[in-house]
């Protein structure tokens, strides 16, 4: 099971620092071979993600803001000149107030609701257009989600809504680029301990409760969420498309916790 990936070329959007989802697939997809660019947004998150994109072998680092269009123009217009093609595109961006959610959901304001759908959602749509006609041989299109997408979990508030959008835009997407033979697919893992999880008013309950009743008793590791982009974006996974893949040590078969945590 070594370089599955040789050969394959990809875009990773939404490294933050060693802790990220984003990273956690980079790293994995580089260790099967494949070779990685990767895009920022600002000076400050770009000089987080050059020593990180370094020790993978990268010095393809992308300054793009996927509400500037200019930006994403421009750095899917260099990715063209420098590769010419691309085959794996991770989109693991999203955005929402962070005052936002500690409260109630009803209490969502109009401005902060249309920019985390922007972001969050509208986003994937933007760059898969983008990426489409790159992807020449066909490709493999990974976005992040949760299951506040299609079930209350507490404080998650806006962000719910705009993963049920993004989740529902990726069977869309996956029914548009299947004939080019394009998959899009998203992965859903449980709580994770990442910058952007921690913005989430009662982050750390979450993270124990669903450890601590999950079937395996366990929150899902970047190494098995990275595993899991790899089969996607490799040819194993070449008839999987338009799926919500599951990462979560089982926890979304529950019904209740388990009897000891009643």
Not at 79 to 88: S, T
Not at 111 to 129: G, M, P, Q, W
Request: proline share 3%; hydrophobic share 40%; charged share 20%.
């Amino acid at each position: 099971m070594s370089e599955l990936l040789k050969g394959k070329r990809g875009l990773v959007m939404g490294v933050a620092n060693d802790r990220s989802i984003a990273w956690g697939i980079a790293s994995a997809l580089a260790a099967q071979g494949a070779e990685l660019a990767f895009s920022y947004q600002g000076e400050a998150f770009g000089k987080r993600v050059e020593p990180l994109a370094r020790s993978l072998g990268s010095d393809l680092l992308l300054d793009m803001d996927v509400q500037d269009d200019e930006s994403l123009d421009r750095g899917f217009s260099r990715l063209e000149q420098e590769w010419g093609g691309l085959d794996i595109l991770i989109h693991a961006i999203a955005f929402s107030d962070k005052s936002e959610l500690t409260g109630r959901f009803i209490d969502t304001t109009r401005e902060n609701f249309k920019t985390s759908l922007t972001i969050s959602c509208y986003s994937l749509i933007d760059v898969a257009r983008r990426a489409r006609p790159l992807m020449t041989n066909g490709g493999s299109i990974i976005t992040l989600t949760y299951a506040g997408s299609n079930r209350v979990t507490p404080y998650y508030n806006v962000m719910g809504v705009a993963k049920a959008a993004l989740e529902s835009s990726v069977r869309y997407l996956a029914n548009d680029l299947g004939p080019e033979g394009i998959r899009v697919n998203a992965i859903s893992p449980g709580p994770m301990k990442t910058l952007a999880g921690a913005a989430i008013g009662g982050a750390r309950k979450t993270y124990r409760h669903t450890e601590a009743n999950a079937p395996l008793r366990a929150n899902a590791t970047l190494e098995a969420i990275g595993g899991t982009a790899v089969w996607l974006t490799s040819d194993w996974g070449a008839c999987t498309t338009g799926e919500i893949v599951l990462v979560d040590g089982g926890y979304h078969v529950l019904g209740m916790p388990q009897s000891d945590n009643l």
